[in-house]
């Protein structure tokens, strides 16, 4: 049994589709079939119920294939481990997260100071924290960047940057000149929020529960970007998070005195897998460049 023999398998045991399988792996569908077939020859079992041309992973191909996944798992983490001892920490970082506007500056900044590291970066639906997870857990990504705790066994987190949270109004709005409001001082403000199910949707509820008041929502959205610029165009106001001091918003932000109203963004990974020297860089660098924030 060879290594490039549970490669192969396990892509098309994923695809369960041959031809799909060799243009994937670069190779001829012809010469898959028979590296596949000599597999299931060492096994003695077949490993896919055929069809005409349809294949299945059958109970055989599927017990095999989540050891094959552990098995070649181990092995890639074993190679980074490796590389990083053989001084080779440029690798790659694998990073999901939900809040890609937040971390954007801080990846130019990681990319300045290490210009030989390679970001693979998947932005996940704001409301699916059970997506992170299952990337983490299946290997796909080193970390995640959320303001939304992940809470789960085995998954660690690290805060990196506790934000203070503003009031942005319009240009021009009666109360651009005022530097502290209390929340319930705007209780009759027309609201630009996030939609429904949006982490910051949901930690702006709990701003507002503890002012007792209940915001009027004149629109929702997905994006930062798009909240930013309907407060600019005077449509509402909306919660923000503190800026950095090389970052200026085209809108007023008015600190909140009453209640106290923060952001937690962190850093996650699974706790049981190898983490590359890149990737516990990076966390470290997160951790710094927004303390100086």
Same mark, same amino acid.
């Given at each position: 049994?060879e290594?490039?023999q549970l ?7 994923h695809?369960?589709h041959?031809?799909? =399988? ?24 077949p ?15 599927k017990?095999?294939?989540r050891k094959?996944?552990?098995a ?13 001892? #053989?001084?080779?920490e ?6 999901a ?7 954007t ?7 300045? =100071? ?10 996940t +639906? ?19 960047f ?14 990196v940057l ?12 009666r109360l651009? #000149? ?15 929020e996030?939609k ?9 509820? +709990? ?8 915001p ?31 970052e ?17 963004? +962190? ?11 890149? =990737? ?8 710094e460049?927004?303390s100086?924030?």
């Open positions: 049994m290594l490039l490669e192969y398998f396990r892509t098309v045991a695809m369960e041959m031809t799909r =399988a060799a243009q994937e792996l670069h190779i001829a569908q012809p010469a898959l079939s028979k590296t596949i077939a000599r597999l299931e020859e060492d096994l003695g079992v490993l896919f119920d055929r069809q005409n041309r349809q294949i299945r992973l059958n109970a055989f191909g017990a095999f294939l094959v996944e552990t070649l798992d181990v092995l890639e983490e074993g190679r980074q481990e490796v590389a990083d001892l #053989a001084g080779m440029r690798g790659s970082i694998h990073l997260t939900n809040t890609l506007g937040r971390i500056a801080a990846l130019g900044a990681f990319r300045e =100071a290490y210009p030989e590291v390679n970001f693979r970066i998947l932005q +639906s704001p409301a699916s924290v059970e997506e992170m997870i299952e990337l983490l857990e299946k290997g796909e990504v080193d970390l995640c959320t303001a939304s705790s992940l809470d789960h066994p085995g998954v660690r987190e690290q805060p506790d934000a203070e949270v503003f009031l942005a109004v319009p240009p021009g709005h651009e #000149a005022i530097e502290n409001i209390r929340l319930e001082d705007v209780a009759d403000e027309p609201f630009i996030y429904a199910g949006h982490p910051f949707r949901k930690i702006n509820e +709990s701003f507002c529960l503890a002012a007792g008041i209940r009027r929502i004149v629109c929702e959205v997905d994006e930062p970007n798009a909240l930013g610029s309907l407060v600019q165009a005077g449509l509402g106001v909306a919660f923000v998070p503190a800026c950095r001091k090389d200026r918003p085209p809108y007023s932000m008015l600190r909140i005195e009453s209640p106290e109203c923060r952001r937690v963004f +962190s850093v996650a990974w699974l706790e049981r897998r190898y983490l590359s020297e890149a =990737a516990r860089q990076f966390r470290q660098f997160l951790s460049y927004y100086e924030a």
